[in-house]
């Protein structure tokens, strides 16, 4: 079966984030040239444009499955990332590194942190293969972030969080801008932090419920 996927991402574009309010013309022309499906297994890349999340990496010894986000909340918070060409991104928990090569058509390069070697193998291979050349895969916890490289302009959290360790927070520039989504499920709520004269400020965008990334959990405490 020969899939026009070129016809898919037009598709994705029309019917999954047109209409829930992403208009940045830069954002939904890197969507409709990004070729998602390169970055799923073969097995999966007839689905690679539903509106849906597709595993990318299974659960096992312990740790937990990854997604590649769908379509339609990943791009609704690059567009709350408001990111500009100028703009050095660190993308957090890049998987296979899909997310790495939309931030790469909207900024001017990006760090691509991911704590499973496979993974980070993969979106290595993939990105360079396809020709983005302003991605740096870098492998580390996902929670330390990349302090090697710091401060960025915008860093973007690809997954649900418990919590955000202040690290993070430390490794934007002034006036830079961290988006992530706060909450487990349905319970999810996608925040934009600003750090101004050296204080970071939180506001709420909207709810989303996205699937979580591995690092980011509360610590349980023991109560008396």
Request: some cysteine; charged content about 20%.
């Amino acid at each position: 079966m020969n899939t026009d996927f070129s016809e898919q991402r037009v598709k994705m574009v029309d019917g999954q984030i047109r209409t829930t309010d992403v208009t940045d013309a830069a954002i939904l022309e890197a969507m409709l040239t990004v070729p998602r499906e390169a970055f799923v297994s073969a097995s999966r890349r007839e689905l690679a444009y539903i509106d849906e999340d597709i595993e990318i990496a299974p659960a096992e010894a312990g740790k937990p499955a990854r997604y590649l986000m769908e379509p339609s909340p990943f791009a609704k918070l690059v567009q709350l990332a408001g990111v500009r060409p100028a703009d050095f991104v660190l993308d957090i928990g890049c998987g296979t590194g899909y997310s790495s090569a939309v931030l790469s058509r909207l900024a001017s390069s990006v760090v691509a942190l991911e704590s499973d070697s496979a993974l980070a193998g993969q979106a290595s291979s993939t990105l360079s293969g396809l020709g983005y050349d302003n991605v740096a895969v870098v492998q580390g916890p996902l929670q330390d972030g990349y302090a090697a490289e710091a401060p960025y302009d915008v860093i973007f959290i690809n997954g649900a969080v418990e919590q955000l360790p202040q690290t993070l927070f430390d490794q934007l520039k002034e006036g830079g801008r961290l988006v992530a989504v706060e909450g487990v499920g349905n319970a999810g709520v996608a925040r934009l932090f600003l750090k101004t004269t050296g204080v970071v400020t939180g506001r709420r965008a909207f709810n989303a419920a996205i699937r979580p990334l591995p690092g980011f959990e509360r610590a349980h405490t023991f109560e008396f």
